[in-house]
């Protein structure tokens, strides 16, 4: 085992996804989540964010136009977990996903955060989430992090909106 450890302020910066339907993708993630266009290359390529960041997802057709979803049950990504600043941003996006009848795969407690899942038009899973302040995470009598998966309590996250 390597004695390196990556610096603790360390970020995944962004994830680019391989589509078949530029604009389909682009109709999920900025007309449905709400990112941005920052550029766009011909009807191959695009890069979206949140915020003016130069792109937190690229999105692209240079090895995918027109291809089948990935098989599910081969390597590759599991989802892409996009971070909402606070619970009330979480409850507001669930309200808007409810008002366009876009379905959900899931949704959970983990203890450490709440999330939501859904799969892009291209079967790509998406998690949306946000994390509880650090000091409000479950640990045992050991000090260790004991998160678990349980039910979301929607009711209750939709309830911050009213």
Same mark, same amino acid.
């Given at each position: 085992?390597?004695?390196?450890?990556?610096?603790?302020? $360390?970020?995944?910066?962004?994830?680019?996804?391989?589509?078949?339907?530029?604009?389909?993708?682009?109709?999920?993630?900025?007309?449905? *989540?709400?990112?941005?266009?920052? $550029?766009? %290359?011909?009807?191959?390529?695009?890069?979206?964010?949140?915020?003016?960041?130069?792109? &937190?997802?690229?999105? =692209?057709?240079?090895?995918?136009?027109?291809?089948?979803?990935?098989?599910?049950?081969?390597?590759?990504?599991? &989802?892409?977990?996009?971070?909402?600043?606070?619970?009330?941003?979480?409850?507001?996006?669930?309200?808007?996903?409810?008002?366009?009848? %876009?379905?959900? $795969?899931?949704?959970?407690? &983990?203890?450490?955060?709440?999330?939501?899942?859904?799969?892009?038009?291209?079967? =790509?899973?998406?998690?949306?989430?946000?994390?509880?302040?650090?000091?409000?995470?479950?640990?045992?009598?050991?000090?260790?992090?004991?998160?678990?998966?349980?039910? *979301?309590?929607?009711?209750?996250?939709?309830?911050?909106?009213?």
């Amino acid at each position: 085992m390597s004695d390196y450890k990556i610096p603790a302020q $360390t970020r995944i910066g962004h994830v680019h996804l391989k589509v078949s339907d530029l604009q389909k993708s682009m109709a999920f993630y900025c007309d449905l *989540l709400g990112f941005e266009l920052v $550029t766009k %290359y011909g009807d191959q390529a695009a890069f979206i964010s949140a915020g003016g960041y130069h792109h &937190h997802i690229g999105l =692209n057709t240079w090895q995918s136009k027109g291809a089948p979803p990935a098989p599910q049950y081969a390597p590759g990504l599991f &989802h892409t977990a996009i971070l909402y600043p606070e619970r009330k941003d979480l409850a507001a996006i669930l309200q808007r996903l409810i008002d366009k009848g %876009y379905p959900l $795969t899931g949704a959970s407690d &983990h203890g450490v955060s709440e999330a939501l899942y859904l799969d892009d038009p291209d079967g =790509n899973g998406v998690e949306l989430y946000w994390d509880r302040p650090k000091d409000k995470w479950p640990i045992d009598e050991q000090g260790n992090l004991t998160m678990y998966t349980r039910q *979301l309590d929607i009711p209750g996250l939709l309830a911050l909106l009213k």
